[in-house]
Structure formats: structure tokens, C-alpha cells
């Protein structure tokens, strides 16, 4: 019965291994999505996912900052399989709804028992933005914590999302996030 | 209630010479006796190792819904149908929002939250664990191990659970399915099961004609969802005209009007109740509208003064966002508010809708109730901010 559970695991493996390319990312001004320029305060690895440009240090499953780079209206924030439905963004959404919408995706992927905390307005790059911070759980069983900026700019959503273990990892970067996230200006 | 206390296996024989189907099909397994674990030379202890293996990481998945109190309900439910077999039989409630219920062979049974939101009363979810519990004793995985195994081998049997496994279902949920056995039983299989969970709820007391009930509830949102959507319960348990048929007319045959039947629906609200806003909330995060309605259209007819259902169904409004759903989701939102026990959160629904309509005064007073119901709410700053706005 063990192969049924890993079979999808290790083809999913295999599927990152063969197609996820990392490039270094340099401490210094870097421009994302053609929109903001951020200030990383330490090298990091990046990759891209569909519309997610994903930096890692350790792994992205040990912690990652995912970077939304214009999602139009319509569109779902993580990819439906088979069937499926998924949340969708909205241009007219609150960050009430943004936030929903965040953390309901989260759960369409296999997040357990996910939790907005501290939902805030915050300027992202001068523009009139939100924060929030994330508490959940893995399919797994291990507590994960995140923190997300953004903003919705010319009717298209920018994310910044800082998740990852609870224990240890997500708490090694969070002050390089909190400054990366302190860093963004628009272009 | 003596009748309860004798083996279980002893009245279902007692039964099974009654009905007309044979007991056993050709090739059947003798029963699963109370507490009986296979010899450790045999396949079946193979079988069960495999299954000792998943439920180890089912215990320690974040998958579970991890509430005692509803465990011990259910477990209770559980005992009074089978005492003899209550004790071998370990009951986990899995958060997912499928109606779904497994039975593996090693004794793991699992309950999936989308059956607990679904159920109407006790007397639903005990012929359904019924069911579970005729594939258990009539060691139905390990007829269809052997069956497949003599066809193909071992690595193809696993292989084809695989697939199925992986069949439509969102990652997660592949291993969950595989551990309760997705490979549908043969019909006879399915039949037999039927049959032991109908007995078995009739021995206990409840009342049999809920038994076809919960099918014909289930098929109608099906039939809303589509085929796009199916409900995983059905891939293995289809719900054919003629097993709904066959239920009913043994729930017929078994209802003795003069007799007192348990139904169980102020139990089954009592034991569900604290933990229904985080099922409704499961439900719609799937974002299948169609068949989220139809679900709750059936719950509010059984219980139209309750400010939680009517909650949600403004919610799977606001939160479809289609033509008129604004006006929908409001007009549900109202009703609430008029009924038994709205949440607080009703305020912050009722205040962002406004909102974006433009409604300043309305809205600015709903947001202004939902702080004032509470307090420390985590998004306190944020409505603060709606508010400045609104000012």
C-alpha cells in the first residue's frame, strides 16, 4: 500500500528535479515583475512556478518567499487539477477577500487548519497595501507560519509570501524578508 | 437489549438465513472474529502489515480532525451497532470535506467530515459505519486481494490502487483513499455490505427507513454537481437505482410501526454542533457551488431557523460573486440575522458587500457591530481602515 501514497510523491520529485532552474539572486536591487525593484539583504536561490517567482535558502518546503507578479482578474491564485475548482481573484476584492482568498487556496493544495492573523493596512512600495501573518499546518502534519504584502495594482494582484516551518527555518530569514518586504518601491 | 450483547456474527447469521441472498458468495471468507488478528504466515497478515504501515501516518497527518468529543460520540455510535467488534475497531475522523467513510481490513475505520456535515440524524451514519463495518467482517479486501492477485500479481494490484488512488482526487486525499481500499468492491461485495450495515442498524434500534434516505440525499447532489464533480463516496459506492430500491424495501420490511425506533437528531445536532462552522466552511472553500446549494437547501428544510446555515448559504453566495449573487447573499445574510444564533462574522460579510456597492452607511454599521462583537478580532486594523474610509 506504500507505493499507492508514493507514487505521486516520487513523480512529483521527478518533475521538480527536471524542470526547476535555480539562479542566484544577488544581494542587490533587483526588479520584479516589471513593477517594483526589491533590496534582498542575503543571496537566495530563484525559480519560477507558473505566475510564482519562488526564492529559497534552504528548500522551498523549508521556507520560501513566493512572489505573485500580476494575477489578472478571474484568474485562481494555485492551479486546479483535473476538475477541480478554485478560488479566484477578483479586481474589486478587499484585503478582507484577498486574504480569504489566500488562504483558501492555501487549502485547495493540502494546507490544514489555516489561520489569517493580525490582517493590517501597510503601504507596499508607496502603494496602499495590506499585511498579514499565516498559521497552518501541512498534510503532514508540521506547523508552518507565513507572512504576506500586497496590493493590488492597475486591477492586477502582487503578492509577497514568506512562508515556512515553524520550527527553526521559517524564523531563520524573517528579519531578510521584513526588510526585503520594507525594500519594495515602485518603478 | 440483550440482543445486543450477543456476538454480532451470531445475529447476522441469524439474519442472513433469513434473506434471500446467500449469505456468503462463492469464494467468501469466513467472518472476521472479534479481536482476531491473521496467523503472521498468511497473506492476510501481509495485507495488514501494509495497513498497520498507512495507519501509522494517518495517526500523525494533519489530517485529522482532532476532536475528542466527536470521536467518542462516534465511537459510541459505533459500539452500540457492533459491541462485539468495537473493540478492534479503531475510529478516525479525517478533515475533508467528501462524504466519505472507509473501512480497512486491519480494523481502521475512517470518517470523513464531509459525511458529518451531510448526515441528518444518528440513525444515517449508522448504516453507513453499518456498511463499513460488512466489508470489515466479511474480510471483503482480502477476497479482493486474492481475487486480483490470482488474475495479476502483487506489483499490478498495487499499481492499479495506484491509479485509482490517483484518479480525480487532489493530491491528499490519494493516500486517505488508498489506506480505506478505493478499488471498488465487487457488487456482491457491495450488496453483502448493504445488507450487514441495514441489519445491523435495524438490531440496534435505529430506525431502517433512514438507511435509503441519506442515498436518495446524496444522489440529488450529485445529480446538481454533475459529472465534473463527483462525490468520492460514489466511485466506490455507486448508488444505483437498485440498491436505493433494495434499501427501501428492506426498510419496509424491518419497520415495525408499533416498535420504537432511535433516530437520534437532537444526539446527532448536540454532538455535531461545535464543530459544523469549520465543516460549512470546508465545504465552500471547494468552490462547488452547484452542489454546496442543493446541501444546504436540504439542511435549512430540516432546520430553517438556523442563523448558521443561513449564514453560510449567504456566503456560497457572496462568494460565487455571479449576477445577482450580491443581492442573494445579502437578502441570506438578512434572514440570519433573523434566525437562531447568526456568528459574529455575519457583520464583516454583511460590511464588505455594502461596501463594494457603495453602500456607506450600511456598511460603516456592520462593520461597526462586528468590532463591537469582537473585539480582539485579527482583523481588527483592517476594518478599522474600511471605517476610516467610510467616515
Known sequence: MRRAGLGPVLLLALAVAGCARYALVEPRTRTVADLYTVEPQIPWSATTDDEWEVWTVDGPSLQAVQFLNGLADGKPLVRARGDEKRPVFRKDMTPSEISELVTDSLAAIGARKVRVVNLRPAPFGGMPGFRFDLDYSTRDGLDKKGTVAGAVVKDRLYLILYAGLAEHYYDKHREAVERLIESVRMK | ?391
Open chain 2, 1 to 391: 437489549m440483550r440482543a445486543a450483547r450477543l456476538p454480532a456474527l451470531l445475529l447476522l447469521g441469524l439474519v442472513a438465513a433469513a434473506c434471500a441472498t446467500p449469505r456468503h458468495a462463492p469464494g467468501a471468507l469466513p467472518d472476521l472474529r472479534p479481536g482476531e488478528r491473521p496467523a503472521l504466515d498468511t497473506d492476510e497478515a501481509g495485507l495488514w502489515m501494509q495497513m498497520d504501515r498507512l495507519e501509522e501516518a494517518l495517526r500523525t497527518s494533519g489530517t485529522l480532525l482532532g476532536d475528542a468529543s466527536v470521536e467518542r460520540y462516534l465511537g459510541g455510535v459505533l459500539c452500540r451497532l457492533a459491541p462485539d467488534y468495537c473493540g478492534s475497531v479503531r475510529l478516525y475522523v479525517v478533515q475533508t470535506p467528501h462524504f466519505n467513510a472507509t473501512m480497512a481490513p486491519n480494523g481502521v475505520l475512517q470518517v470523513w467530515t464531509g459525511l458529518l456535515l451531510r448526515a441528518e440524524n444518528e440513525a444515517q451514519l449508522a448504516y453507513v459505519l453499518g456498511h463499513e463495518l460488512g466489508h470489515y467482517l466479511r474480510r471483503h479486501s482480502l477476497q479482493m486481494w486474492r481475487d486480483v492477485r490470482l488474475k495479476t500479481n502483487v506489483v499490478a494490484f498495487f499499481s492499479v490502487l495506484a491509479a485509482a488512488a490517483g484518479q480525480g482526487y487532489a493530491g491528499p486525499l490519494a493516500q486517505l483513499v488508498a489506506l480505506g481500499s478505493v478499488l471498488a468492491f465487487s457488487r456482491d461485495n457491495e450488496r453483502e455490505a448493504d445488507e450487514v450495515g441495514f441489519e445491523l442498524m435495524a438490531r440496534a434500534g435505529y430506525d431502517p427507513r433512514e438507511a435509503p434516505r441519506i442515498w436518495e440525499a446524496l444522489e440529488r447532489e450529485r445529480e446538481a454537481a454533475g459529472r465534473s464533480a463527483p462525490l468520492i463516496f460514489f466511485a466506490t459506492h455507486p448508488p444505483t437505482a437498485e440498491r436505493i430500491a433494495t434499501l427501501r424495501e428492506q426498510a419496509e420490511r424491518a419497520y415495525a410501526p408499533e416498535q420504537v425506533w432511535r433516530v437520534g437528531r437532537a444526539e446527532w445536532v448536540a454532538a455535531t454542533a461545535r464543530i459544523r462552522p469549520v465543516l460549512l466552511r470546508d465545504e465552500l472553500r471547494l468552490r462547488d457551488f452547484a452542489r454546496t446549494a442543493v446541501l444546504l437547501d436540504r439542511l435549512l428544510a430540516a432546520e430553517p431557523r438556523s442563523g448558521l446555515l443561513r449564514f453560510y448559504q449567504g456566503e456560497m453566495f457572496r462568494l460565487r460573486a455571479g449576477e445577482g449573487d450580491e443581492g442573494r447573499a445579502l437578502a441570506a445574510y438578512e434572514r440570519a440575522l433573523a434566525a437562531d444564533d447568526p456568528p459574529v462574522e455575519i457583520h464583516r460579510s454583511v460590511g464588505l458587500l455594502r461596501l463594494r456597492r457603495g453602500e456607506r452607511v450600511q456598511a460603516r454599521a456592520a462593520f461597526e457591530r462586528y468590532l463591537a462583537a469582537v473585539p480582539a478580532a485579527e482583523d481588527r486594523a483592517m476594518i478599522e481602515s474600511y471605517l476610516e474610509r467610510l467616515r
